[in-house]
Every structure is written in structure tokens, then in C-alpha cells.
């Protein structure tokens, strides 16, 4: 009888099990080309996250850092991290984030995009 409540009880709360802040898209777009150079870069995650825990760098094909450093929820939903960036040129770009969900999950990723002359 009790490993029929535990099951019953895990399969009522699967968000409970599974809750991990996800990229669910991202500005400039995962792989895609942009013309003209972003001045940020924002991600959408499927939940919501702490700010002061999670992060975005964006480097460029040398390496280097080229964001202000300055990770942000824009506006007031939380489910956005979003990061400003120094002036860039055409190029190639990677993104590498960081996010710890509300309930502390932990999760990462990278994605690159290119910017266009």
C-alpha cells in the first residue's frame, strides 16, 4: 500500500520531479544570423530564475568576453535573462548561460549566433 501513495503521489506533482529552468528561446536567435549588432542578449527559460545566481557570457570567435556583465531579469518576469553587450562587429558569437530555477535546480547550455556585416 505505501509504494501505491508514494507512486500516486509522484505522478500527481510531475512538475515537482522535473523542474529545471530550460532555454526556451533566446534574442538573437540559437544559431541564427542577426544583421546589425545586438545590443543584448536575452533568453527565455521555461521557468523562472534567480538572477543573482544564474549568468550569460557571450564571447567572441577569439574568446573573448564581450558582454557588460551585467545579467538582468528585464522587466518583471522572471522566466528572461537577459545581458547587455559592448559594440561588435560581424562575426561569430557564443553564448554560454548558467541558471539556477526558483526551486534551485541548476542547469546550463551554450548556443552560438552570428552577427552579419
Known sequence: MTRFVL????????ALAHAHALLRN?????????HGAPATVEITFSEAVEPQFSSI???DAGGKQVDRKDPHVPGNDAHHLAVGLNPVGA?????????????????EGSFSFTVAP
Open 7 to 14: 507512486a500516486a503521489a509522484l505522478l500527481a506533482c510531475p
Open 26 to 34: 533566446a534574442t538573437p536567435p540559437v544559431g541564427g544570423t542577426v
Open 57 to 59: 557570457v557571450v564571447t
Open 91 to 107: 562575426g561569430a558569437y557564443r553564448v554560454e548561460w548558467h541558471a539556477t530555477s526558483v526551486d534551485t535546480h541548476k542547469t
